[in-house]
């Protein structure tokens, strides 16, 4: 089904931006989600093929940019030198899917609409 | 106000698809505002900063993919050489104008919620 209507999507990327600064976006609710699952800023980085180094700096802008952390290492227990989120990054990250599932349902509609305005298949076989 | 609240925003960024290639996004409605504005497509790249090129390559993108051209150029008249929306080029950049409308105020809600989980003001003076 290479370049057929199977193929064709929507996609809405919401970025939240203050300034300059991309304070939580595409990139950065993916890292919220693996950090959730894997427990590991090391694990959540591998899963996302992306470098811890970059997962770090990625991190450091949330917990600096929000009011709270949004991800934090334990120090004790048995899950000692784990990373969760915090409460607020649990919120956030929460918010964000949100906004996504809303944003989708909200343009459905229009993209009923401009679907049909599509050619199912690209002329001389799909080559970007 | 760098920095500061006044900067904060959040901008939910539509992009259509189909497997590799992006068939519509904010760069190509951009295109196409201009060159409904201009009714020229180097007046148009020219606004939006953009080489002939660049914006000659997304207009033969959007032609190719949709199923009549969204662009075309005027044979006759006094705007002989101008280059205009067809009807299918109108309805489309209505459509994703719409679109982006319906997913923002789809988000306002969660984004209401989310706002206030961040920081007025970047600490140490909101370099990246």
Chains 1, 2 share one sequence.
């Not at 919220?32 to 590991?40: K, T, V």
């Not at 899950?79 to 343009?107: D, N, P, Q």
Request: aromatic share 6%; net charge positive; charged share 30%.
């Amino acid at each position: 089904m290479k370049g057929g209507r199977a193929d064709l999507r929507i996609r809405p990327r919401i970025r939240v931006l203050k300034g300059d600064i991309v304070v939580l976006g595409p990139g950065k609710a993916d890292l919220l989600d693996a950090i959730r699952r894997f427990g590991s800023i090391r694990d959540a980085a591998k899963a996302l093929g992306m470098s811890y180094m970059r997962a770090w700096k990625l991190i450091r802008t949330m917990n600096r940019e929000f009011r709270e952390p949004v991800v934090t290492t334990l120090r004790g227990g048995s899950r000692h030198g784990g990373t969760v989120l915090t409460e607020t990054g649990k919120v956030v990250f929460s918010l964000y899917r949100e906004m996504e599932g809303a944003s989708l349902k909200a343009i459905l509609p229009g993209w009923r609409r401009l679907s049909r305005r599509i050619r199912p298949h690209t002329p001389g076989g799909g080559a970007p």
